[in-house]
Nanobody, 122 residues
Framework: QVQLVESGGGLVQAGGSLRLSCAAS????????MGWYRQAPGNQRELVAA???????NYAGSVEGRFTISRDNAKNTVYLQMNSLKPEDTAVYYC????????????????WGQGTQVTVSS
């Protein structure tokens, strides 16, 4: 089973940028869809962005135009470029993947990694 490790979080001022990385212990070439998710204190985990093996993407309305998801199968890594960050983007960010697009959109997973904390100050 492929293990996923998130990194790249940190503290940034509003309007700043961060790039998150999701590194896999094995090949992600066979994982059809990958997603980035976030969970803020007191909130449910939500989908931020998803990408399939054909490059089809899906973004939450709150990040559309500011965040970009990409995948590098050669490096077994999925990225989330976050620009124009807002305090409401503060959360722990997670990645996950599956062979089913709808499951990725629903965040329907049994297990999650440690995530990476993103804090945006005003």
């Amino acid at each position: 089973q492929v293990q996923l490790v998130e990194s790249g979080g940190g503290l940034v001022q509003a309007g700043g940028s961060l790039r998150l990385s999701c590194a896999a212990s094995g090949s992600i070439r066979g994982i059809y869809a990958m997603g980035w998710y976030r969970q803020a204190p007191g909130n449910q985990r939500e989908l931020v962005a998803a990408i399939d093996s054909n490059g089809r993407t899906n973004y939450a309305g709150s990040v559309e135009g500011r965040f970009t998801i990409s995948r590098d199968n050669a490096k077994n890594t999925v990225y989330l470029q976050m620009n124009s960050l807002k305090p409401e983007d503060t959360a722990v960010y997670y990645c996950n993947g599956d062979m089913t697009w709808n499951r990725v959109l629903r965040a329907d997973f049994r297990s999650w990694g440690q995530g990476t904390q993103v804090t945006v100050s005003s």
